[in-house]
Every structure is written in C-alpha cells, then in structure tokens.
C-alpha cells in the first residue's frame, strides 16, 4: 500500500499547539500582507531576513544599524524604514541586504513554529514553485495561517486550500483534517475569481480603510515568485543559501 | 440607520477569548454528540442538566446518587449510568429529572462562555426554534463550535453557518467576520445534501470506527425539537423554566 504523507492546516497562531508536528514542514502563511512580502523581498534578492516579535527588538536592531520594516495594524513604525506592503521590498532597497521583519501576524506564526522540522514561507507569489518543492520531500506538511490577531482569516484559508489541491492532485497526500476539508472547499468557491471572493474578508475592509489596498491583487495573484523563504537559526533565508543541507 | 446585530463565529473553544463579547448570546454548538443530546433530552421533557467539566466531578455527583451520562473520546465511563448518545435520553428516562453531563469537547465550551449574557445550545434539531428566539433577543450572537480537542470540525462549522443564514435572512444580522463568512459558504456547500457533505468529517470516521456512527442522521436532521436549553446558575434548563426571567 502506498503510504500518503498527511496535509494539516491550522487556522490559527493560537490552536498551533494541538495541531503541532515535529517531522512536519511547517508552511506559514499570512497573505495580507507578511508571507506576500517575505516572497517578494527573497524574488528580488535579500540575503536574509531577521523575523523580530516586538516593537522593542525592531527597535534594538535599529539602533544597532540595521535596515528594519516594521508595522502593527498596518501602520508603519516611525523608527523604521519602512513598513510590511510587499511592494516596500523592492530590488533596488533589499538586493543583498540583511532586513530586519515585525509584523502583527506573521513573524509570531515564524517563531511559534521553529521547534518543527522545518518552517518555510507560502503566499500566492510562490504557490507552485513551494508545492512543487514540498512533494519532492516527501513529509507531511502543516499549513500554519497566521490569521487575523489570533482569529480565522480568510485569504490565508484559501491558500491553505489552494495548496492542499495541488498536493493532493499528485496523489502523494492525503487529509483527514477537518480544516483542510474546509480550506479546500473555500479554494474551490475562490478560485474562479479569487479577488471577487476576498472582497468578503474583513481584513480587506481594514487595508481599504487605511487606504493599503493597493497590495490585494498581487498579493492573490499566483506564481510572480520562484523562491522558497525558509528559516534557519532564526533567520529567513533562501533555501539554496543555507548552511544546513 | 437600521443598525443590525453582529454575528462571529468562533471555530475553537482554544480562541474563544479572542471572540468572547460579554453582551452577546452565546451558542454553543457540538453536533456530534452534546448539543444533539442536550436538546433531545429536553425535547423529551428533562428537568435540569448539570455540566461538569472532568470525570472526578461526574464521579461525585453519580456517589451522591445522580443520574450520570459521561464519556470520553466517545466510551461511557465505566461508573455513568449512560453516555452521550442523543437515543439515550429518552422520555422514559429522563422526563422529570435532573442528570449529571459530562463529555469530551462540548461541557467546557459551555462552561467557558459562562460570562456572557447567556449561554444557549444550539443543534441541527433546534435550528429553526432558536434563530426564531435569537431574532427577537434583538442581540449580538457568538456562535461557538465545541470542535474536537481544540482543533476546528466541520459539522459544528457547518451548522453555524446554517443558524447564520437564518439570522441574515431576516435583515437584521450583519458580520463581518471571516469565519462567519467561511461557515456561511460551507454550508452553501453542505445544504443540498448534508449528510453526503458531513461524510468527509473526520469524526464521522471516529465515530464510524467504534460503532456510534447511528447518530448521524439524527444529529444533523433539523427540527425535531422546539427547546432552548439556556445556563443558569450552572444548570441548563428550558428557557421557559428558568428562575431569572
């Protein structure tokens, strides 16, 4: 009999501890706006980047020199250079650099998970080139959304969906998680018109209102990037460029 | 401006803190089996439930001479008189009386949302006898699915978003929350043909595994039952016999 690897998702930072794997890859997801701009900060070349929790160690990098992005609630810091809109991480700013990352969601969902076996970043930037790198490990994999302080999102579920499909289409995956039955049949009402569908989520609302909008179709907009953001010793690095093999 | 209640729904008892509103109506909602067999006892004319959270408690209260319905993960306990089967609370049994309830995921949702202005049950066989009383509390609702261990299901999710498109049909609801949306959308997907839909659950494999899968039609057939259990004093009783009016 063919054994199947196991596709968990978890829908939120604060149920990770029931859903938790050890020999899982672990993909966080946290589309609007972390995980996106991760994507495009490694597609247009950061050497690495530092996922920093708070405020205060954003702050402490600073001080020491370092170039650091950091927003809560999608406000920019007013230390910072610059804040978490993936469209910040341009070729010309992160080429070969070393950033330091804060964010609301994601860069808690990052650390929550370094214990796994491997914690990598997913968006829609690289939503085929990540899953055709996860079926050639072989491992069972845990979606991590990173959600909306700790509450169901719906655009990270999607994803989930998404990339649940394209494991399972190649018969090596298989789920008997209720979310990820869940996040399949949510991607299977968004696919068609994805941006049509999301217009119903509340972080939607939130971006329009602070007048961030401007990121939502690139950021549901599926393979722009050919990169596999993956943490190591605390860093996010490409991974091509890590030390351990 | 017609200001309309707000609906959340709530997918883990794990997060409900970040839901918890002390001026909404909690509804706790656990398919398979607790809130099936809190509104079947009811419907065939139980006095009072007493909830308790752990088996030493149910233990207790069957030593004072009780009448006790407990398991775990699906078993009766060895020491309780019958566990939570909705078929066990017939007429026969329970008419009258006042019995100890005890069971894996749906006791401590109940006993969490205690804070709140009130604490209801909700089930497939109450669907339409509850929204037709939550419309005229004239309230915000939270919606809260027991789930399994802490992780999300899909028939608690499901019947959430069956009470919420009731409640939205009625003109006086709105959300803007995502995992009301989601719920929303799983049950567009689940309604022509519920059972097949709740066939990819994977408690329904659980319980098919050990031989309590005779619940299933049961449990998810709507109105069979004009009850509203409510938490009184730590007690559930119908809501026309509670003391505090």
């Not at 405020?55 to 990098?61: L, S, V």
């Not at 700013?93 to 998970?113: F, H, L, P």
Request: glycine share 6%; net charge neutral.
């Amino acid at each position: 009999m063919h054994i199947k690897n196991k596709i968990e998702v978890c829908f939120s930072p604060a149920v990770f501890q029931y859903y938790k794997d050890s020999n899982a890859i672990v993909v966080v997801i946290d589309i609007l706006r972390a995980t996106s701009a991760i994507c495009n900060a490694f597609q247009n070349g950061v050497e690495k980047l530092i996922p920093v929790k708070t405020i205060d160690e954003a702050r402490e990098y600073k001080k020491k020199g370092y170039i650091v992005a950091a927003e809560r609630d999608g406000y920019v810091l007013d230390f910072a250079d610059f804040g978490n809109s993936p469209f910040n991480f341009t070729e010309e700013r992160v080429k070969g650099k070393t950033i330091v990352y804060s964010t609301t969601n994601g860069t808690q969902a990052i650390q929550m998970a370094e214990s796994c076996y491997m914690v990598v970043i997913g968006s829609f930037l690289n939503l085929s080139y990540l899953c055709n790198w996860l079926v050639k490990q072989e491992r069972d994999v845990l979606l991590l959304c990173a959600g909306w302080k700790n509450k169901f999102n719906l655009e990270d579920s999607v994803l989930a969906g998404a990339i649940s499909e394209k494991l399972i289409a190649t018969n090596n995956y298989s789920t008997m998680c209720d979310s990820a039955v869940a996040s399949l049949d949510l991607w299977s009402l968004a696919k068609p018109d994805i941006l049509g569908y999301i217009d119903k989520a509340a972080h939607r609302t939130r971006l329009r209102e602070k007048g961030l909008d401007d990121v939502l179709e690139f950021c549901h907009t599926p393979d722009s990037a050919n990169v596999i953001p993956v943490l190591e010793n605390g860093f996010l690095v490409e991974i091509g460029k890590r030390h351990i093999k």
